[in-house]
């Protein structure tokens, strides 16, 4: 929420929430990378290039949804989103400072690139953990992601709710 779109989109929600008001900046998803998508993602170390995991998940994508996080609180420390999603490309770049220590702060970057072509996408994104200052004694950081994704439904339902009062779960327990 994690193709390079939809790891994107795994990577965003995981570190927040996503907004509901659209602005002339906010990268929005295209109705062409609608539907579920089923992604295999390699993790490696950027150096090395050493596999620390491979995963598979399942992500929705809804057309029109904003793909800028945004969180709610407004003493937490900003995520800072810019990119371009269009119809068969991706590139977004994310960064947030964060304050851990006296006299230290690290700043978590994201780099995501990736294509879609039909029903499948590919990408890669870089994520960089780079701590500052002299109450620093970790060591900086380095991860890439190689992501290839099948859309395995057209139809997610996004923004769909019922016409009627009665919702199908409450339509099958006056059933029973």
């Given amino acids: 929420m994690k193709t390079l779109l939809t790891w994107t989109l795994f ?8 907004t509901g008001t659209a602005s002339a900046d906010d990268i929005i998803v295209p109705e062409s990378w609608a539907g579920i998508w089923e992604t ?15 995963s ?38 994310c960064s947030i400072t964060i304050d ?41 950081t380095c991860t890439r992601r190689e992501s290839t994704a099948v859309r395995i439904g057209v139809d997610p339902g996004c923004g769909q709710t019922p016409v009627d009062s009665h919702t199908w779960g409450t339509l099958k327990s006056s059933y029973r």
């Fill in 11 to 18: 990577l965003i929600a995981a570190q927040c929430l996503v």
């Fill in 40 to 54: 295999t993602t390699t993790e490696m170390d950027c150096e090395t290039f050493e596999v620390i995991s491979v």
């Fill in 56 to 93: 598979t998940t399942l992500d929705t994508l809804c057309a029109g949804d904003i793909m800028n996080p945004e969180d709610p609180d407004p003493d937490a420390p900003d995520l800072n989103c810019t990119g371009s999603v269009d119809d068969n490309t991706l590139h977004i770049e």
């Fill in 100 to 140: 851990i220590l006296p006299g230290c702060s690290v700043t978590f970057g994201f780099v995501s690139d990736g294509t879609r072509n039909g029903d499948t996408s590919s990408g890669v994104t870089i994520q960089t953990t780079t701590y500052t200052g002299t109450g620093c004694f970790f060591e900086d």
